[in-house]
């Protein structure tokens, strides 16, 4: 069964950091180009960044909002996927999802259940 | 990147069909047939319903459909159901391995 898993979401204070992990497992994760995603309470999606794999070169981009702070990562012989957040804002609180495209292309058709991240004083 | 500007909410009887707007910019929706649709329940993860404009993933019923003209792609719902009551997004991909997506449309079934 094709599944990803997050987890490391939690509480965090103004300022803080926080790593979350997606575990992938059912395809060929260093194939993979994978972005999270996330959503804040009540409100719509919001991209926020990608790595390639490591054959297309494992670069990464980032969301306008989250560039210099956010960092994303890969680990191929783990299968999981990272997300490093640093200077956390009140309004980086939200959902965060990993995904990826499977088999439509340049369409997200492979989720996580996502993982809550509160960033609060 | 700016959102994709979707209505906030539309409605519609069940069996009668409805059709979200999802308005771009030349840059993204309009550059590319790389729009993809999302449907979201409460409290799940979203699912891709279209992708590439037009194209259903395995699994997904024949009343969605989708289609693209100019900066503005739209998802069409044909003979709703009340399982259809859900959150859509769109999503565009824009160009140098970004995306972008649609501020949600809260459709509800009346």
């Known amino acids: 069964e094709v599944q990803l898993v997050e987890s490391g979401g939690g509480l965090v204070k103004p300022g803080g950091s926080l790593r979350l992990s997606c575990a992938a497992s059912g395809f060929t994760f260093s194939n993979a180009w994978m972005s999270w995603v996330r959503q804040a309470p009540g409100k719509g999606l919001e991209w926020v960044g990608r790595i390639k794999s490591k054959t297309d070169g494992g670069t990464t981009d980032y969301a306008a909002p989250v560039k210099g702070r956010f960092t994303i990562s890969r680990d191929d012989s783990k299968n999981t996927l990272y997300l490093q957040m640093n200077s956390l804002k009140t309004e980086d609180t939200a959902v965060y999802y990993c995904?990826?495209?499977?088999?439509?292309?340049?369409?997200?058709?492979?989720w996580g259940q996502g993982t809550m991240v509160t960033v609060s004083s | 990147q700016s959102a994709l500007t979707q209505p906030a909410s539309v409605s519609g009887s069940p069996g009668q069909s409805i059709t979200i707007s999802c308005t771009g910019t030349s840059s993204d929706v309009g550059s590319y047939n790389l729009v993809s649709w999302y449907q979201q329940h409460p409290g799940k993860a979203p699912k891709l319903m279209i992708y590439?404009?037009?194209k259903r993933p395995s699994g997904v019923s024949n009343r969605f459909s989708g289609s693209k003209s100019g900066n503005t792609a739209s998802l069409t719902i044909s003979g709703l159901q009340a399982e259809d009551e859900a959150d859509y997004y769109c999503?565009?991909?824009?160009?140098?391995?970004?995306?972008?997506f649609g501020g949600g449309t809260k459709l509800t079934v009346l």
């Open positions: 999503c565009s991909y824009a160009g140098s391995s970004f995306w972008v």
């Open positions: 590439e404009v037009s």
């Open positions: 995904t990826t495209f499977y088999t439509a292309p340049y369409a997200f058709d492979i």
